[in-house]
């Protein structure tokens, strides 16, 4: 990734949180209207999510994929546990 070597100045992140969902539940939690993103359905959020998904399992030390599909509270508890040991 060389343009985030360069945006970042060559610094490193300590944990990227990757929040996974199934497109079609994301939409359903979502309120107000659809700007030009949201507009462009599902089948762009789901190539989006594999994306990401390919790039974190290409980078596991990096990221910390967290099961958004269960509650706020479960999510931040996720997040919080897996972060406890980043400085």
Sequence with gaps: FELAQVVTYGREID??????IDPEL???RR??????????????FGRVA???ARYADERPEQFL???????????FAQICSGLADVA
């Excluded at 944990?15 to 996974?20: A, F, S, T, Y």
């Excluded at 994929?65 to 999510?75: K, L, P, R, W």
């Design 31 to 44: 309120a107000g209207e659809d700007d030009q993103i949201e507009r462009r359905g599902l089948a762009y």
């Design 26 to 28: 994301a939409q359903a």
């Design 65 to 75: 994929t967290v099961d958004a599909s269960e509650g706020a509270d479960e999510v």
């Design 15 to 20: 944990k990227v949180v990757l929040l996974q």
């Design 50 to 52: 594999q994306a990401y």
